[in-house]
C-alpha cells in the first residue's frame, strides 16, 4: 500500500502539472469541447504508451549512451510546440462554427512523442520503483498509463467545462490567443531552461 501512496505521490503531481501537453490539451477542449479533442487525447496517449512501453526495456539507456538522440528530441519538441501555439494564435474561431483550432490524433502522437519531459518523466518512474530482478514490469506499465490517461482527461475536461462560459466569437479568438501565447511560453522555458 505504501508503494502505491509513493506511486501517486510522485506522479500525479507531475502529470498533473502545467506542460505543452496539459495546456494543448485545455486549449482545444476549450475550443472544440470534450468528444472533439478525443482524437488528439487519443493520440497523446498511445504515444505515451509506447514512450511508457519503451522506457521500461531500456529507452533511457539510449538517451544516456547517445546524449545527441536526446538533444535532437528536445529541439524538435520545442519546434513542435511552437507550431501548436502558431496554431492556436492564428485561430479565429467564431460561435456555432468548426473550430480552427482542430488537433488530431497525429498532432497529439507528436507532441507526446517530441516532449523530453514526458521520456525524464518516465526514466525517473522507473529508476525509482523497477528494481532490477523483482519483476513488475507490466504492472508499472499499466499503473503509468493509467494515471497519464487521468491527468490528460483532468486537463482536457478542464478546458472543455470552461467552454460554455464563452459566449461570443471574441470571447473564443482571446481564449484561443492566450492558450496560443501560453504554449509558446512553455517552448521558450524548455528553451532557456537548460540553455540553448
Not at 68 to 88: C, E, N, T
Not at 133 to 150: D, K, N, R, T, Y
Amino acid at each position: 500500500m505504501q508503494n502505491i501512496l509513493t506511486f501517486l505521490g510522485l506522479l500525479l503531481p507531475i502529470t498533473l502539472s502545467p506542460g505543452p501537453a496539459t495546456v494543448a490539451l485545455a486549449g482545444t477542449g476549450m475550443a472544440n469541447g470534450f468528444v472533439k479533442s478525443l482524437p488528439f487525447f487519443c493520440g497523446m496517449f498511445f504515444a505515451a504508451l509506447l514512450i511508457i512501453i519503451a522506457g521500461g526495456f531500456g529507452l533511457n539507456e539510449l538517451f544516456l549512451s547517445i546524449p545527441v538522440v536526446y538533444s535532437v528530441l528536445r529541439y524538435a519538441g520545442i519546434a513542435y510546440i511552437l507550431y501548436l501555439a502558431w496554431k492556436l494564435f492564428r485561430a479565429r474561431p467564431e460561435i456555432g462554427a468548426e473550430s480552427a483550432v482542430n488537433y488530431q490524433f497525429l498532432d497529439g502522437m507528436l507532441l507526446t512523442a517530441l516532449n523530453p519531459k514526458f521520456y525524464v518523466l518516465v526514466t525517473v518512474f522507473y529508476s525509482q520503483f523497477l528494481k532490477p530482478g523483482e519483476g513488475g514490469l507490466w504492472q508499472m506499465i499499466v499503473g503509468l498509463s493509467l494515471v497519464m490517461i487521468f491527468s490528460q482527461a483532468v486537463w482536457l475536461g478542464i478546458g472543455a467545462g470552461l467552454k460554455p462560459l464563452l459566449k461570443s466569437s471574441r470571447a473564443l479568438r482571446i481564449q484561443t490567443t492566450i492558450f496560443g501565447i501560453l504554449l509558446a511560453l512553455v517552448a521558450v522555458y524548455l528553451l532557456v531552461k537548460d540553455g540553448l
